[in-house]
């Protein structure tokens, strides 16, 4: 080295000099590069080994400016390793212009045109595949007009977005759910034009601390089928209740007593006054205390009409419901109420789950309705009264019934008794009871209706040509079907609905 040189060297590297940051280091420049902290990546390669130092007395040429120590240039980055968690890092671009990186997984994805290209066969993907960037594909309910078809669940081939395939092929079978339309039951209204109150229900009834048992439900539904027959009973308030938040007056009971092919079905409807303010509550004590007597009495009355004893039925179902106004007449003294503002009318079917009995049993007291549809056509079932002018006789007891047992014995004996003394004139008779046994055939549909449904079904065609073309069909339609159709709204006709129908297979 020149002495030159020798200088230079030693001015630099002596330790006299002062150093110009804060604090004076005994460390060289080597060791400051070798110790300049940096960020380690996974894919860089692994050091190299440090460079030999120069030799202590090797000519340097020289140079206005001291030189820095040479160090190894940095090694060229390697491409990335496909790894699952880890998304790919684009390479930095070559001197000649290069298409764009495609997105990051990462990135939320963006719906190309429709002249967008499509994704070239060579990059990856299979040529069938969506357009780059577009998100998952998303299905559209069907209009809820068309009519229910079967269809099976496809399928459809798409590629996992989380994992890119190295080789294009992997891809998975994903069920694709496609909405099946169903129609919705048809309410709406029969006439000339629609009904005055809303078709939904609006206000409550009153409610009291005390008394929420004695709370009646909107709308009662219930079906069931047994033999050759299929039952369906709904009960409904009516459109001015609903209007004034008032209770439901009709009350609806069904019931099954005993097993296989004893078992009889009953099902009891009552209808309440609209004047009396605890109506719903008689007509509920009515379907109670009725039931409760067919129950207790129910493998009589089943071997009775199993067997036809039409006879037996009629007097045993007669006193059954004689019994139960009793019970009736002593619940409103006991509310201290008139007896006829605690009553109801009351009309019941008794159904075998024998199926080989078609005999369908009716009674009742009140007013109501009993239709039969057979070959498209309504009959209209229910038992004929006498006329009041046909009736003759003074008022004695049992008025409108055969004697009882007392009175023919004392008939017979020879014994006469005065009649009371009545200074009020005479209350007008009971309701007569009414009853009637009639078998059924396939295909026929037996309606039990009470007065809120009867009335319309008589006073208006329309109603009745509605509800024949909705049950022409062999399959009796479903509950809420059957709930849709006896709430066919007529103009006129606001009061509680309950029906009960049975159809014959």
Known sequence: MTQQGDNWWDKLYDESAPDTAPTVSGDTLDDHFATTPRAPRRDDPPPLPPAPPPAPHAPLAPHPTPPEPPTAPPPPEAPPAAAPSVPPVAPPPPAPPAPPAPPAASAPPVVPAPSAPRRPASDGGAPWEAPVGAGPRTFAAAPPAAPPVAVETPTVQVPLPEEPAPDGDLTVQVPVPVPVPVPRPRTGFVGSRPPTYEAEPTALPVARPGELGELVADTVLDGARYGTCTLRAASVRGDSARYRGEPRRDALLTARFGHDDTALVLVAVAAGSRAAEDAHLAAADACHWIAEAVGRSHARL?????????????????????????????????????????????????????????TRVFFGIGGGGLFRLRDGSWQDLEPLLPEPAAVTGAPVVGFGSPPAEEDRLTMDLGITTAPPLIEDPVPPPAEPFRFRASVARAGDTLLLASPGLADPMRGEPALAHELAARWADAEPPGLAAFLADTQLRVTGYADDRTGVAVWEA
């Open 302 to 358: 089943s071997e009775d009409i199993r067997s036809g004893r039409r006879g037996d039925l009629k007097s045993g179902l007669h006193r059954l419901t004689d019994r139960t106004y009793g019970k009736l007449r002593a619940r409103a003294v006991e509310r201290g109420v008139a007896p006829d503002e605690y009553s109801a009318t009351l009309r019941c079917l008794l159904v075998p789950a024998d199926p080989e009995c078609r």
